[in-house]
């Protein structure tokens, strides 16, 4: 049974720094596609970041890039989501998503992930 289990969100101040990990069993991360979401009330779910592991090849929303860093740990299997300078506005759940084995990560721009976890909560105030 596949499992992608979030973990490290929490309340910060805005300027504060989160680590998320997501934690796989029965899966491997190892040469998927890899992403983090996030969904605010009301609001969509919108795509952080992608990591393809088999290369490290990443990519990141306009919203996040340069605050946020997607990587990954294999022997861990396990992926993470650096968040740095964080705002109010990055309050959210979270959620990771994974791939089908090596299917880059363009196939997921056009079509759901096929795994996901449960979510963690990241809330930053003022």
């Known amino acids: 049974q596949v499992q992608l289990v979030e973990s490290g969100g929490g309340s910060v101040q805005a300027g504060g720094s989160l680590r998320l990990s997501c934690a796989a069993s029965?899966?491997?991360?190892?040469?998927?596609?890899m992403g983090w979401f996030r969904q605010a009330p009301g609001k969509e779910r919108e795509e952080l970041a992608s990591?393809?592991?088999?290369?490290?090849?990443?990519d990141y929303a306009g919203s996040v890039a340069g605050r946020f860093t997607i990587s990954q740990d294999s022997a861990k299997n396990t992926v993470y989501l650096q968040m740095n300078n964080l705002q109010p506005g990055d309050t959210a759940m979270y959620y990771c998503?994974?791939?089908?084995?090596?299917?880059?990560?363009?196939?997921?721009?056009?079509?759901?992930?096929?795994?996901w976890g449960q979510g963690t909560q990241v809330t930053v105030s003022s």
């Open positions: 990591i393809y592991t088999g290369d490290g090849n990443t």
């Open positions: 998503a994974g791939g089908d084995p090596l299917i880059y990560c363009r196939r997921y721009q056009r079509e759901p992930f096929p795994y």
């Open positions: 029965g899966y491997s991360v190892s040469r998927r596609c």
